[in-house]
């Protein structure tokens, strides 16, 4: 949704091509038209191993088969050691700019890792440096809440008509659910089905993008905006832009919902985009002020924390990259939270150090 406000914005250092370890909660100026190349070394084929061996030669090679064996086993442990999350990195944290991106209301991230928003009036394809590598489908104008199918296709809202549609990644478009008053946020929920919030009206609707069937789970939450589920898929959060109110919706454990409960309030208004990282903290953008919020859901009306003040006045939302948290990845990596900057077209990379929830297509 278009909100016609603005801020000046702060300055921003600039920096070399590629980032630089600043203090914490300042900004890091990354050029993303350069690229890391990374070289392979290949070893040669080894020479062929004698018909006969020494027992003291037998026993070197058994030797150096166990330790290999226990350093791999020693990266694979460490490759799959569970965050902390009673010690997730000191706020605020910091971030870097990525430029040339789209300045598209929201966005989301394909099974390959890439970037896939409205840009230049095409839903499209964006890699690492925000250049376009795929045209899903031509012809797209004012988009707001973004998702992904577990069969690739993208579900995408379009307030200015009412309708949400399915796009397949040949451009195919179908329509899954029409005559809502504005819908806004988009999520997918670990059952398949999608979840609509309704901005105007105040509905939040779920929908079988199969069959088109729907049923309204809440209502009464004005100006309803971002969603998103938490770890176990037991309760859909959701924010109020009108408000700055966050409600939790959970299941009754019979197929149904329950009502919905007020968490809390936060910040002066525009709550926008909400996500929800493994730990099942809340992660907020209000859009006016710039600000990205970390909130426990188990405490109402807690004390929210600032993750980021980030020099934009429209940070509509915000998502989990999909590669390999390490920092040495050339892509969007799985621990670093990426915001949308929809005033110019660029992105922040939040350097959070903690991965989002499971997605659809990691179920």
């Known amino acids: 949704m278009r909100k016609d406000l603005f801020l000046v914005l702060g300055s921003v250092t600039m920096l070399g091509c590629m980032p630089v370890p600043v203090p914490s909660g300042n900004v890091n100026d990354t050029d993303t038209d350069t690229q890391s190349n990374i070289d392979t070394e290949f070893e040669p084929e080894p020479d062929p191993e004698p018909e006969s061996t020494t027992e003291s030669e037998t026993e070197t090679e058994t030797e150096t088969e166990t330790e290999t064996e226990t350093e791999t086993e020693t990266e694979t442990e460490t490759e799959t050691n569970p965050t902390d999350c009673d010690n997730l990195p000191s706020l605020p944290v910091d971030y870097d700019i990525m430029y040339g991106f789209s300045t598209a209301e929201d966005f989301t991230f394909d099974e390959l890792g890439n970037m896939v928003a409205v840009k230049s009036g095409n839903l499209a394809r964006m890699d690492y440096d925000g250049d376009v590598v795929d045209i899903i489908s031509p012809g ?26 399915r796009v397949t990644s040949e451009g195919g478009q179908t329509n899954i659910l029409t005559g809502v008053s504005y819908p806004n946020g988009v999520t997918v929920g670990p059952e398949g089905y999608v979840y609509v919030s309704g901005h105007n009206d105040g509905e939040i609707f779920k929908v079988d993008p199969d069959t088109s069937e729907y049923e309204i789970i809440a209502n009464g939450i004005g100006g309803a905006n971002g969603m998103a589920f938490s770890p176990d898929g037991q309760t859909l959060y959701v924010c109020s832009f009108w408000t700055s109110r966050i409600y939790r919706i959970p299941r009754d454990g019979n197929g149904g919902w329950e009502n919905k409960e007020l968490i809390g309030t936060y910040g002066w208004g525009g709550l926008d985009g909400l996500n929800v990282d493994e730990c099942g903290y809340l992660y907020v953008t209000e859009y006016i002020q710039g600000k990205v919020w970390r909130i426990d859901p188990t405490k109402n009306n807690p004390d929210g924390e600032i993750v980021a003040e980030l020099p934009s006045s429209w940070i509509p939302n915000l998502h989990w990259g999909r590669g390999p948290s390490n920092p040495q990845f050339d892509g969007f990596q799985g621990n670093v939270l990426y915001v949308a900057d929809r005033d110019q077209g660029r992105v922040f990379a939040l350097q959070v150090g903690v991965e989002s929830t499971p997605q659809v297509y990691d179920q």
């Open 140 to 165: 797209f104008g004012e988009m707001a809440g973004t998702s992904i199918l577990a069969d690739g296709d993208i579900v995408i809202a379009n307030p200015n008509n009412g309708r949400v549609l």
